[in-house]
């Protein structure tokens, strides 16, 4: 009886297992048939109420219902992406006729392998395509390391894959025009196309560090015979290594390139960024990421603003305490270490770092390590506790102090320039103090200043350069000044050769300053710290240093920065404050005036957004809702001939198989398992241990 019910279990149980797999397949393929639906969901746009309003007041034709589908649109109310007030929108056109025109925020569609900033001269043929399996680079320099780095530093570049894959949901818009700016080539097609491997730098001269006059120029060349790069110096090889890896792209893991010829050179040499890390801390790795950047579109010199009224994070060997008490954190410093790290990053890109180290103003944070240096400030009751003004122009230790400081900074920045500020001075302490008051009084009787804080700035400005032009004989270059455009307003003596920074005023303020005979820097309207809602870099791209209206001495005008003051930035979100929209900026000063159509630029700047992303910087958006497919293709292998487009498995596809595995596996070994108890339940049968089960089933 025991083993008639322990069979009968077993029984039982197999039935129970044949249920269970029954009902796992069910439960698989119901999730096979929802995912389905939701992939097919995917491709459909749905259309709001205000959009079918749209469609049968303003394209449904009702006298022609009875005709083709395809009728029933105007070929005139094609939809397309066009920049329109603050924002990029989907505009449809004949709806702008409506009480409430229908617009959708969109990005436009990429570009494809379209460098940023645009060169000077391109052309470039969709016919004659090359594949790229290996790529070996011969130079006529041998002793370059700038060049053999840049080398190593594109290669990896170059070798990383980021699949195009065609896709935009806007192609499933049904009758409208939207197409990507190339068609998707067969694999067969590829696969025919002819392969180059030579890379061929030719370089003239190897400079070891950039420069104001540095030549950026260069050529670069595609055909079937290999790539070649020209370039009077180093620094243009490096700017046509970053075009080059903007020209190549990646369709079914393979490389390819158009065959292309550019000449191309900077307009101003003068581009630059400014990076404000005394207001918040930049973090190593986020000056890094400035810098990469950089390099991408072609800017030039990294404006430092290292110490303000905030915090003093510069590490100074002759006076430890600036930053040893005036840093906001004793980790919140640049080491000497660090400092040479982020110069030597910059030099190997063609990057200039120039530091600011403002004064007299702005320099609060000198007085945590060192109160003697600034001016104490009072009111009709006395001193002010804890006012603390200027630098103190009336005594002599203030200019002793300065000489050794600015005699260490010249010996670690390697650049001609310092800036030195000399920007929104508070004079009104300088008038309170009756020691800073009667030098004043003195000053005032030997200069042509009308105001007496005036002339003693002008005092302390012209004796602060002459001590640092003092200290610099042993340099090379010697020493050159940049300083912010109320020094100019204010009619201070500045030298001959100094360069003007105008960060407030009208494109007449640039034209005054070159008529004086200086060098002009413009800022004014390349704040990109003041957030603003909506797509802003069209703002950006049109602003220009010298217009065609500029009536001024258009030689004077070095360029320009985009600045980042991070009052209220972050380490964290710097990066993504200012690029991609600092791109704006980067081809307004590198390409050619002419460029202002921003229909135009706006696909090549979301192609470059994408490639900074690719590439691993945390850049943020530019011109609304859209995306970038950033992933790339692990260790692609492109010396295969043989090689098939590659197969992407979803990871629910993979998770369905696993389960669809397990679940033969548990079936074979259950019907191995039915199958030796049948038997051996047989084998009883025949032996006659079964002999019983009518009586036991009768009672």
């Not at 067969?186 to 003239?204: A, F, G, T």
């Not at 006059?213 to 055909?223: F, N």
């Not at 003093?312 to 954190?329: C, V």
């Not at 005699?407 to 929104?424: M, P, R, T, W």
Request: aromatic content about 12%.
């Amino acid at each position: 009886m025991k083993k008639f019910r322990a069979h009968s279990l077993f029984i039982y149980v197999c039935y129970i297992s044949v249920a269970a797999e029954e009902n796992l397949q069910k439960q698989m393929q119901d999730k096979l048939d929802k995912e389905y639906k939701m992939q097919r969901q995917k491709k459909v746009i749905r259309v709001d109420k205000v959009m079918q309003k749209h469609i049968f007041q303003n394209v449904r034709n009702p006298l022609d219902e009875k005709k083709n589908e395809k009728h029933f649109f105007r070929n005139d109310d094609k939809p397309n992406i066009k920049w329109f007030d603050t924002k990029f929108n989907i505009n449809f056109p004949t709806s702008n006729h409506l009480h409430q025109p229908f617009h959708i925020r969109r990005a436009p569609i990429p570009s494809i392998g379209v460098p940023w900033p645009k060169p000077q001269k391109i052309r470039s043929s969709s016919d004659s395509l090359y594949r790229i399996k290996t790529l070996s680079a011969k130079t006529n320099l041998t002793k370059c390391d700038l060049l053999s780095k840049a080398v190593k530093r594109y290669r990896d570049i170059f070798f990383t894959c980021h699949n195009e894959h065609f896709i935009n949901n806007l192609l499933n818009v049904h009758n409208a025009n939207f197409t990507f700016p190339i068609q998707k080539p067969s694999l067969e097609y590829l696969m025919s196309q002819p392969d180059i491997s030579r890379l061929y730098l030719l370089v003239m001269t190897c400079p070891s560090y950039p420069t104001i006059s540095s030549d950026e120029s260069y050529t670069l060349k595609s055909s079937s015979k290999g790539i070649q790069i020209k370039a009077n110096e180093v620094w243009g090889a490096i700017r046509g290594l970053e075009t080059l890896s903007q020209l190549i792209i990646c369709i079914n893991n393979i490389l390819i390139i158009k065959r292309t010829e550019i000449t191309d050179y900077p307009r101003f040499p003068h581009r630059g960024i400014l990076i404000d890390s005394a207001r918040h801390f930049m973090s190593k790795t986020t000056m890094y990421q400035m810098l990469s950047a950089m390099e991408m579109n072609k800017m030039n010199v990294l404006h430092w603003h290292l110490t303000d009224d905030q915090s003093f994070p510069f590490e100074s060997q002759t006076f430890p305490d600036l930053s040893g008490k005036g840093s906001y954190h004793p980790s919140l410093r640049y080491t000497p270490e660090d400092v040479r790290d982020i110069i030597e990053f910059a030099r190997v890109r063609g990057i200039r770092i120039i530091p600011e180290f403002d004064v007299p103003g702005h320099s609060f944070s000198w007085g945590y390590g060192h109160p003697e240096l600034l001016t104490q400030c009072f009111d009709n009751r006395g001193p002010i506790s804890g006012h603390f003004g200027p630098m103190n122009p009336a005594k002599n230790n203030t200019y002793t102090f300065l000489s050794k400081f600015f005699k260490e900074i010249l010996k670690v920045f390697k650049d001609q320039y310092i800036h030195l500020g000399n920007d929104e001075v508070p004079l009104a302490c300088w008038n309170s103090n009756q020691e800073v008051r009667q030098f004043m009084s003195k000053i005032n009787h030997i200069s042509n200043f009308k105001n007496e804080g005036t002339a003693a700035w002008n005092f302390f400005t012209e004796r602060l350069i002459q001590s640092i032009k003092n200290v610099s004989t042993q340099r090379e270059n010697g020493a050159k000044f940049i300083l912010w455009h109320e020094a100019f307003q204010s009619n201070l003596n500045i030298p001959g050769d100094a360069i003007v920074q105008v960060w407030l005023g009208p494109q007449s303020l640039v034209e005054e300053v070159t008529r004086r005979g200086y060098h002009a820097i413009v800022s004014s309207c390349w704040y990109i710290n003041m957030i603003k809602y909506g797509v802003v870099w069209p703002e950006y791209y049109l602003c220009d240093p010298v217009s065609y209206s500029f009536r001024g001495d258009k030689s004077l005008v070095l360029g320009g920065e985009a600045c980042l003051w991070s009052e209220f930035i972050t380490s964290e979100t710097a990066v993504g404050v200012l690029w991609p929209k600092a791109s704006a900026v980067a081809e307004r000063l590198w390409s050619d005036q002419s460029l202002r159509d921003v229909n135009e630029a706006a696909p090549r700047l979301e192609e470059q957004r994408c490639r900074m992303l690719r590439r691993g910087l945390p850049v943020g958006d530019v011109s609304g809702p859209g995306f970038c497919n950033v992933k790339a293709t692990a260790n692609p292998t492109f010396h295969n001939d043989n090689m098939k487009g590659q197969k992407h498995k979803s990871r629910s596809s993979a998770n369905i198989q696993s389960v669809y595995y397990v679940s033969a596996c548990l079936l074979l070994v259950g019907m191995f398992l039915f199958t030796f108890f049948l038997q051996k339940f047989k084998t009883k049968m025949k032996s006659g241990c079964f002999d019983t089960l009518p009586r036991l089933m009768s009672r």
